[in-house]
């Protein structure tokens, strides 16, 4: 890839996030200026897309500025923070749409325990449950597996500030081996750890 801006197999307009697939020693990346998500091998100039792709929009086959990904093995999927969609959703490999995880199906804002403003990063842990960054309403959500309603486990809803407790626009996660929970902070200029919940 040469950095140029572009919506070629070769090219990527702001991308945000981006996994490693062991499996296949490859990499994925969320093309959010291209509102897809793109595979490339080790080594290989040109992508396939794999998810999006379709123009901009909430419907099922579409995505709407993608940012964080997570790849989930299990289901062989790939978890996406669709993040101007306002919601994460589950595009299995090899497939042509997603299956709503959380949000709202049509793209509406929202700060109630199952909504979203603007979410920009996914994990799931060992035992499927679900951890999300809501950006916009300054928390992580965390969705016991298989459940829709979620529950604030760092931050306060809507809520921005600096002490401890509070959040101030987070960015992305990361769980370590504990399950403790890492938060990049990003108008805080901080990294946050909590504890396992």
Request: proline share 3%; glycine share 12%.
């Amino acid at each position: 890839m040469i950095g140029t801006s572009g919506s070629a197999l070769n090219q990527l307009n702001s991308p945000y996030g981006i996994i490693h697939d062991p499996v296949q020693n490859g990499i994925f990346v969320a093309d959010r200026g291209n509102d897809r998500i793109m595979y490339y091998r080790i080594g290989a100039t040109n992508g396939t897309i794999v998810a999006g792709g379709n123009g901009q929009g909430v419907n099922n086959t579409q995505l709407y500025s993608p940012a964080g990904i997570y790849r989930d093995e299990l289901s062989n999927s790939l978890i996406i923070a669709n993040r101007d969609a306002n919601n994460v959703v589950k595009w299995i490999l090899g497939t042509s749409s997603w299956i709503l995880i959380a949000g709202n199906l049509n793209g509406v804002v929202g700060n109630t325990a199952n909504s979203f403003q603007t979410p920009t990063d996914v994990i799931l842990d060992p035992m499927g449950n679900v951890y999300i960054v809501d950006y916009g309403n300054a928390r992580v959500q965390f969705f016991v597996a298989g459940e829709s309603a979620g529950k604030t486990i760092a931050g306060m809803t809507s809520v921005f500030g600096s002490n401890a407790f509070l959040l101030n626009y987070p960015g992305s996660i990361v769980l370590d081996n504990q399950l403790n929970l890492y938060v990049s902070d990003y108008r805080n200029h901080r990294v946050q750890k909590f504890m396992r919940y």
